[in-house]
């Protein structure tokens, strides 16, 4: 597993990691942003749709078996957050380095010979 914590850099950083089944990214600053734009579309000053429909739902039964009001808001809110994350330069490059150092074949510990 990978101790590098350096980021490919960037608008956004993108941090590389390894477990033994997985390579993780970790884009802390994405989930940020996203939040960011989910709060912006709650609150806009002209456009209450988001606002309005979110108090719909907490304003309405507790147990629905209508789930179509949430995943209105779900796919509203969805549109209105970020999705995208540019690499410039090398920056594609660089995440591919990372990608291929924490996917590549890793040494395996020598297996114990059984005698025959």
């Known amino acids: 597993m990978s101790d590098d914590r350096t980021p490919v850099t960037g608008p956004i950083p993108i941090y590389v990691e390894t ?7 970790d884009m802390a600053a994405l989930t940020r942003l996203v939040v960011g734009d989910v709060l912006d579309a709650l609150l806009h000053p002209e456009d209450t749709t988001a606002w ?6 907490a304003d309405g039964p507790a147990v629905s ?3 179509l009001p949430y995943e209105e808001l779900v796919a509203q809110l ?3 957050a970020s999705s995208k994350v540019p ?4 920056k594609a490059l660089e995440l ?5 150092q924490a996917a ?3 040494p395996v510990p020598n297996q114990v010979r ?3």
């Open 87 to 90: 690499l410039y330069g090398t």
């Open 52 to 57: 309005d429909r979110l108090h719909e739902l």
């Open 96 to 100: 591919a380095e990372h990608l291929t």
């Open 19 to 25: 477990t033994p089944a997985a390579v993780v990214l």
């Open 65 to 67: 078996d209508d789930r």
């Open 78 to 80: 969805a549109a209105a």
């Open 104 to 106: 590549g074949p890793k």
């Open 114 to 116: 059984r005698a025959s």
